[in-house]
């Protein structure tokens, strides 16, 4: 096996649209293939000691960019299985046939979608921190306003995501300023790196961010209660981002799942039980 060495930002592929989808790859370039969705906001740009685990782990590492986001080109009136279908085409231009998929926060409906949409393809799931979509309940009030936003007045929605991110280490600091105190330290640990993923996030703008959250504040599309992958759900008990009741939610209605809560812990797990997660994946 030999690992690959490719920056971020370096790669894309064109959908049978024409729209251009970027992403970013690490690991092992034989190894088991692993899609990361990211959170909102979020790049396919993955941390380094994340991409070195994959490596470790004999990981075929992909991050992917929504549309939007990155070196994604917009996709106006997508939804969560028009990401599915994307993901299906990409994944068919890079030559993999199977794959697991692990979605972070606002990724998890996305993963879920592409379990759904072509479930003979989609081999494990792991969702850290996941999401329900259009449910506000638990969420902190700045999550709330954001999706009232996008229910009722898309346009003012992208004002206000213009206005708290014109740059990555602005965005930064708003999203650092509203987690729990257990995340924020995770997160200054990590503000470089942070800061590179947000630099990316924004390439192409705020259309990325501000399309998933009018995704999220609407009704997800399909139904979970017939996906047939395993999925491996992972929360925090002191997560104040997407309450563990939304974990909960999810895992009643999978027919196949594992619920793995860590105590005490906040939001951004992914970070700290990144082996974990990806050794329950592939």
Known sequence: MSQLKVSAGSLSVRLPDGRRLGYSEYGVADGSPVLFFH??????????DLTEIAAQ???????????????????????FLSWADDVAAFTAA??????????F?????YALACAYGFPDRVKQVGLVGALVPSVTQGMPPLVC????????????????????????AALFDVVSSNVAEVDRKILHDRASGFESEYARALQGGIEGVASDYLLLA??????????AAEVHLFTGTADQNTPP????????RLP???????????????YTHWDEILRCVS
């Open 218 to 227: 609407a009704d997800q599309g399909f139904p979970v209660d017939k996906i």
């Open 256 to 270: 196949r799942s594992q619920v793995h809560q860590l105590q005490d812990e906040g939001h951004y797990i992914l």
């Open 39 to 48: 959170g909102a906001p979020g790049s396919a740009y993955i941390h380094a």
């Open 94 to 103: 890079l030559g993999i046939a199977r794959f697991s998929i692990i979605g």
């Open 145 to 168: 306003g954001l999706y009232t936003l996008a229910q009722t007045n898309p346009d003012e929605l992208r004002k206000t995501f213009s206005a708290v991110a014109p740059s990555a």
């Open 57 to 79: 782990r004999g990981v075929r590492l992909i991050g992917v960019d929504r549309p939007g986001y990155g070196v994604s080109e917009a996709h106006p009136g997508g939804s």
């Open 105 to 109: 926060s606002a990724g998890t409906p």
């Open 245 to 252: 009741a939304m974990t909960e939610s999810f895992a009643a």
